[in-house]
């Protein structure tokens, strides 16, 4: 990994329900690892057509 410099704490990530459903596992380890950095997630999946 490399480091930007960027607080995470101002990075947020807005991810759709589907791509978490493609892989629930290895999003669930993304996921919690990102939370632990301080980085803000955010789930839509408004107008997706799903």
């Not at 490399?2 to 995470?8: A, K, M």
């Not at 589907?18 to 997630?41: E, H, N, R, W, Y």
């Amino acid at each position: 990994m490399q480091c930007s410099g960027l607080d995470p704490g101002l990075l947020e990530l807005e991810l759709t329900e589907s791509m978490i459903m493609d892989d629930p596992q290895g999003a669930q380890t993304a996921l919690i690892a990102l939370k632990k950095l301080g980085v803000s997630l955010s789930l839509d999946d408004f107008g997706a057509g799903r």
